[in-house]
């Protein structure tokens, strides 16, 4: 298979003005948790000759591997993976390092004339790469210009606020439709890089990657701890019109009941001297960095499901429970954002005799689909995306995987 490498493009003009986006190739291959990604990424790259980068906010982690379905060494076929076990399980991770990290390997791989494959769950990673997404200072260092209630969250499969400790409902996203709001769940923390009991961003080592200590977590948190109070005390409707008065386009689209959402679009003015619905809407409209085809693999809800139960009774059978006992012992605790993952969170609950594992392992399958519901919702809004329903291809990833080579014959992105 021929790869055309930047160059390539370079001595053909008119190819390149035809070909979307910046000059060098990216693929992208996302969807919904369970629905055969890995699979299908590791065969498309051997297919292309290409390299897989993961963009799932909790393979990142090392000694979580049966829970996040992270690849094993002995399945890759000999194609090299990249952002997978680059933190330790008590290290805050963000989207900022992600951002800085996936764009080192795609750098990294067009240098040896491969194309990279960036494949998994969260679409806010992939977001940041593709996009170009402006962190400011990092999320360690600030806020990051990102409205943080309208990224959707994740599991082992999933989206990975410098302050300590989990908010129940922490979303963020930068230049999204503040419409698509989900709930706090797996690596919604992650992505933003919140902190935890046993670390927050320290916002001066420049990796993204905090471990301990941490100043403007603190502030950030004490800052929204007084708009909370103040919305206590003087109704929902007051914080609710203070937002209008500095930022009528996200009054507009925050209800006065979302107490959480209207005091964070404070807080970014605030911290910012900006609208988070200016900075929203300035992201929306950058330009791709890649020449990127982007496909969303899916099926129906009903197979969806089943898969996803598959997936769960297979990981509890290969010692899931097991492994997070041993993190535990490693020192692992409930607050880290690492074990907010689907699958993790459910276990501790088990192991401090809150449920029983049947239950716990209940409660995996059913976190694990509304977590794909959210993915699918966020998948929906990215209007470059390509859809591959697998019912269409009777189930067949050979059939899959020649769509997406014409796909990328007709794009002059292989020969």
């Known amino acids: 298979m021929v790869i055309k490498t930047a ?6 003009p008119t190819e390149n003005s035809q070909r979307k986006g ?7 291959l996302a969807g919904p948790t369970a629905v055969g990604k890995t699979a299908l990424g590791l065969a498309l790259a051997k297919a292309v000759g290409g390299e897989i980068v993961s963009a799932d906010s909790m393979q990142v982690y090392r000694h979580m591997d049966i829970g996040t379905a992270k690849i ?3 399945e890759m076929e000999g194609v090299p993976h990249h952002l997978i076990d680059v933190a330790d399980p008590w290290d805050t991770f963000d989207v900022t390092a992600y951002q800085r990290l996936a764009r080192e390997a795609i750098r990294g791989i067009h240098s040896r004339g491969r194309i990279p494959i960036l494949t998994g769950g969260t679409g806010f990673y992939i977001q940041a790469v593709l996009r170009g997404v402006d962190f400011g200072g990092g999320i360690c260092a600030s806020t990051g210009g990102i409205d943080r209630e309208v990224i959707p969250d994740a599991g082992a499969d999933i989206v990975h606020e410098c302050s300590s400790g989990v908010d129940d409902r922490l979303n ?13 769940d797996s690596d919604a923390a992650a992505v933003l890089g919140m902190g935890s009991a046993a670390g927050t961003c320290d916002g001066g080592g420049g990796d993204g ?17 007084t708009l909370l109070e103040e919305a206590a005390a003087r109704g929902n409707a007051a914080l609710h019109a203070r937002l209008r008065e500095i930022d009528p386009a996200s009054a507009d689209a925050i209800h006065p009941n979302n107490v959480r959402r209207v005091a ?19 992201e929306r409209a950058k330009p791709p960095v890649y020449d990127t085809l982007y ?7 009903k197979s969806l499901y089943e898969r996803i139960d598959r997936r769960v009774d297979a990981m509890m059978a290969q010692g899931l ?13 409930r607050g880290m954002t690492s074990m907010q993952a689907l699958g993790y969170k459910e276990l501790f609950a088990w192991l401090d005799g809150e449920c029983t594992l049947e239950d716990a392992a209940g409660r995996i399958k059913t976190d694990t689909r509304h977590y794909a519901k959210r993915q699918l919702t966020w998948f929906g809004r990215e209007k470059d995306a390509i859809w591959l329903d697998r019912e269409d291809f009777r189930g067949d990833d050979g059939r899959v995987l020649e769509r997406i080579l014409d796909d990328a014959k007709s794009n002059g992105m292989i020969a």
Do not use: W
């Not at 679009?265 to 609208?275: D, H, L």
């Open 7 to 12: 160059n390539d493009t370079k001595e053909n």
């Open 22 to 28: 910046g000059s060098l190739p990216l693929l992208v």
């Open 72 to 74: 094993r060494p002995d």
């Open 172 to 184: 963020g996203g930068s230049g999204i439709d503040s419409a698509a709001i989900s709930p706090f």
């Open 209 to 225: 990657i905090g471990r301990r200590g941490g100043q403007h977590g603190a502030s950030t948190q004490r800052l929204r701890d």
């Open 264 to 282: 964070r679009a404070i807080e970014f003015f605030m911290e910012n001297g900006s609208p988070i619905s200016v900075h929203n809407a300035a």
């Open 295 to 301: 496909y969303v693999l899916t099926c129906g809800r």
């Open 321 to 333: 429970p097991d492994e997070v006992r041993g993190l535990r012992d490693m020192g692992c605790g």
